[in-house]
């Protein structure tokens, strides 16, 4: 009995392959390059850029469930994207183990004591909320599109108590195990600190139930499918009956929303597929290393690339988001675009839509005025 247990570990010791010197160095490379420096200037670009989105759609001209609905996605980005820079800083620029002796040193324990029970919960609970918020997004056009006269008896409060409240609440609750899976080992006497991993991480059950399978069908399987599901219908859906510009408008920025999202998702979801089928040999061997490559494209470049891009379909695929937004960067007014007047309509005159308010103004006061003119004339002819 003891020789075949020492054979099988034997085995064991055989089947872990351990990478080689260039590969780890390889790892190192992309991991400050796409993981420390990509990343940073990726999400400084999205954190920008959902700012302008977050500003374009507070205007009264896109006072809508579904512009509201962007609004809530476009914070929930806009935070973990600056989580996102948080959590590159420290994997690339912060020391293991800080010291106070020093200011860089001091801004480093800071964030070790930050990390554990704020900066690292808040970046997942802000991922979850991203995907959830997405689905929810998904869930007001199809409501939209399949049950209309529901859609439009709906209170204003609607989006706050049915669409943005449980995605936070979800999000919440799915994430609490995150405040305890790490903490701060703090040395008294020296006074050093570094971020420790607690006894609930390392359990095996934790790991197998939670962290993989939970977590893979939770934020990974289960929202694709039904991402996939009703997008399809609204896409069906639309191409098969006549649908108001506006509507076409709303369903095609979700449908490029979700495009985007699922490409930037799949392969974390693959990762973690991988880390589910193969636990015991990544338990006993620990991670290979071109899934720990792969996991700096899938767990960071991707979520912050997800997280700015959404801007970008907003500009491309909205005319008038995109005449909006150019109107605030060269401080111009809305309404210097879309001059219109009920006169004009009335006496037939359609050239008074024009850019400047001021001629449009003027033009309508010369109509008043002739009109009046006229109305004399009648009075005075008739006594």
């Known amino acids: 009995m003891g020789s075949e247990a020492n054979t099988s570990e034997v085995e064991l010791v055989v089947n872990c392959s351990e990478g080689t010197e260039d590969s780890w160095v390889l ?59 948080t959590e590159s800083v420290r994997r690339t620029f912060e020391d293991v183990v800080a010291n106070s002796s020093s200011v860089s040193g001091f801004a480093t324990q800071v964030h070790h004591f930050l990390f554990p029970y704020f900066l690292y919960p808040l970046h997942n609970i802000l991922l979850t909320c991203s995907i959830f918020m997405t689905i929810s997004i998904s869930i007001e056009r199809y409501l939209a599109i399949f049950h209309p006269l529901v859609y439009r008896n709906r209170s204003y409060s609607w989006n706050l108590i049915c669409h943005i409240l449980p995605v936070l609440a979800l999000s919440i609750i799915i994430n609490i195990p ?44 289960v929202p694709m499918l039904l991402l996939i599901f009703l997008n399809l219908r609204v896409f069906i859906a639309i191409n098969s009956r006549k649908t108001s510009s506006k509507e076409m408008t709303y369903s095609t ?3 490029f929303i979700v495009a985007i999202f699922i490409l930037c998702n799949m392969p974390r979801v693959a990762l973690n597929f991988h880390e589910v089928l193969d636990f015991e040999q990544i338990e006993q061997c620990g991670p290979p290393v071109w899934s720990l490559i792969f996991s700096v494209f899938s767990n960071s470049l991707l979520p912050a690339i997800n997280s700015t891009i959404n801007f970008f379909i ?25 001059v219109l007047s009920k006169t004009s309509f009335r006496t037939a005159d359609t050239r008074l839509v024009g850019n400047n308010t001021d001629e449009a103004a003027k033009k309508v006061k010369e109509i008043i005025e002739l009109e009046k003119k006229c109305v004399l004339t009648r009075s005075s002819s008739i006594a």
Not at 43 to 55: K, R, W
Not at 184 to 203: C, H, Q
Not at 317 to 327: D, I, M, P, T
């Open 27 to 85: 790892l190192d490379n992309i991991d400050v390059l796409v993981g420390g420096y990509g990343t940073i200037a990726l999400a400084t670009l999205g954190v920008c850029a959902n700012i302008l989105a977050i500003s374009v759609f507070s205007k009264k001209s896109f006072k809508s469930n579904f512009n509201n609905l962007l609004i809530a996605l476009a914070v929930f980005d806009l935070l973990f994207l600056v989580i996102c820079i």
């Open 253 to 255: 920025i979700l449908l």
């Open 314 to 338: 907003y500009f491309l695929a909205g005319k008038k988001f995109r005449n909006s937004l150019l109107n605030l960067v060269f401080c111009r007014d809305d309404r210097q675009d879309t």
């Open 178 to 221: 995150k405040f305890f899976e790490s903490g701060v080992v703090y040395d008294t006497i020296s006074g050093n600190s570094k971020i420790g991993i607690t006894e609930l991480r390392y359990d095996r059950n934790y790991v197998i139930y939670y962290q993989n399978w939970f977590r893979f069908l939770v934020l990974g399987l």
